[in-house]
């Protein structure tokens, strides 16, 4: 798992680092101490830590103008012994709303596994985005199927299109795009 590297091709776009308006603002990643572990294995330590021991995520791109934010993960999405969902809704979620963040794309193809619990905080971030959306691309099939089964299919879009979004061929702005353009024929608009 070491070697698994968030997505680096937009950082000539984006640097959450850099971004005075990111929750990951002024943060130091080194390219050779790993320190942050999922259970006994070590990730590369690009990745980004936001509360769980089990789950890591990168910012790869929050455009304010358009209001979207791409985030990448890493690990166990575990709710029910981590709740993960509120360290990702309080520590990263909230601070981009506020900023004007109201559309999400998630990637999860390195999300290994999930656990569900309740869906209050899935419930709460849909809520908080009345305009906008959640939408989950890329992600393990067993790992939607479980989204399915605890509900969470309610708050965050996924399926189709978006289970094989071929992202890494685009830019940050194209992906937003066409992720507008799947969510547009979702909801008729």
């Given at each position: 798992?070491?070697?698994?590297?968030?997505?680096?091709?937009?950082?000539?776009?984006?640097?959450?680092?850099?971004?005075?308006?990111?929750?990951?603002?002024?943060?130091?990643?080194?390219?050779f101490d790993y320190h942050n572990?999922?259970?006994?294995?070590?990730?590369?330590?690009?990745?980004?830590?936001?509360?769980?021991?089990?789950?890591?995520?990168?910012?790869?791109?929050?455009?304010?103008?358009?209001?979207?934010?791409?985030?990448?993960?890493?690990?166990?999405?575990?709710?029910?012994?981590?709740?993960?969902?509120?360290?990702?809704?309080?520590?990263?979620?909230?601070?981009?709303?506020?900023?004007?963040?109201?559309?999400?794309?998630?990637?999860g193809e390195n999300v290994l596994?999930?656990?569900?619990?309740?869906?209050?905080?899935?419930?709460?971030?849909?809520?908080?985005?009345?305009?906008?959306?959640?939408?989950?691309?890329?992600?393990?099939?067993?790992?939607?199927?479980?989204?399915?089964?605890?509900?969470?299919?309610?708050?965050?879009?996924?399926?189709?299109?978006?289970?094989?979004?071929?992202?890494?061929?685009?830019?940050?702005?194209?992906?937003?795009?066409?992720?507008?353009?799947?969510?547009?024929?979702?909801?008729?608009?």
């Amino acid at each position: 798992m070491h070697n698994l590297e968030p997505y680096y091709n937009w950082r000539q776009h984006y640097q959450s680092e850099s971004d005075a308006q990111s929750p990951f603002y002024g943060r130091e990643h080194s390219e050779f101490d790993y320190h942050n572990k999922i259970y006994n294995y070590l990730i590369h330590p690009q990745w980004d830590e936001f509360g769980s021991s089990t789950l890591y995520m990168k910012l790869l791109m929050a455009d304010y103008q358009n209001g979207f934010a791409v985030i990448e993960f890493i690990g166990e999405w575990n709710d029910a012994v981590n709740n993960d969902i509120m360290w990702l809704k309080r520590e990263v979620i909230e601070s981009l709303i506020e900023e004007g963040i109201d559309k999400y794309i998630l990637i999860g193809e390195n999300v290994l596994n999930f656990h569900s619990s309740d869906d209050c905080y899935y419930e709460e971030w849909f809520q908080e985005v009345e305009n906008g959306w959640v939408v989950a691309i890329n992600f393990r099939e067993h790992i939607l199927q479980e989204f399915q089964q605890a509900n969470i299919d309610y708050y965050i879009n996924f399926g189709g299109e978006l289970d094989t979004l071929g992202w890494r061929t685009m830019t940050p702005l194209q992906l937003y795009e066409k992720v507008v353009e799947i969510m547009g024929r979702r909801l008729g608009m």
